[in-house]
């Protein structure tokens, strides 16, 4: 069975409380179980992990190189200055998805750029907690299609 592996960056344990203004009253726990909902109606296993710290997330995304076979990154503020992220995600073989909440190129012009976004399958934000949905939909029609190629 295919697995996804959704990591969450830095202050996205606070979804639901912090800035509901730009980031609504979804929590992270929501997000997470309508992606295991959507992953297991499609025969995949799903995980999910969440750090505030850089490192952590390199560790993971090292890790997710044996035992993943796609990753969904919010890597919320490293996504604009994070060269070890970049450089983990480019390091290994399995595809990464970019996922942001907000629109981060109608925010403030730090955010507008992403580091990662050049070593990355592609980027999904501004859909809120469906960017995720939207993320977890095209992994989902990646990994099928490769199954079937098989």
């Not at 490192?55 to 070890?84: K, P």
């Not at 592609?122 to 490769?146: H, M, N, P, T």
């Amino acid at each position: 069975m295919p697995h996804i592996l959704v990591i969450h960056g830095p202050n996205l344990n606070l979804l639901g409380t912090r800035e509901p203004e730009i980031y609504g009253s979804t929590t992270l726990k929501d997000i997470n179980e309508k992606l295991q909902k959507r992953a297991t109606e499609a025969s995949m296993s799903i995980s999910f992990f969440q750090s505030n710290h850089e490192g952590a997330i390199v560790d993971a995304l090292q890790e997710a190189a044996t035992s993943a076979d796609f990753v969904i990154l919010n890597a919320a503020a490293y996504t604009h200055y994070s060269v070890a992220i970049r450089d983990a995600i480019a390091a290994i073989k399995t595809p990464v998805i970019e996922v942001h909440l907000s629109n981060i190129h109608q925010r403030e012009e730090f955010r507008h750029h992403s580091v990662i976004a050049p070593v990355v399958m592609g980027q999904i934000c501004g859909f809120g907690a469906d960017s995720y949905l939207v993320a977890l939909e095209a992994a989902i029609r990646k990994l099928s299609e490769a199954q079937h190629e098989s």
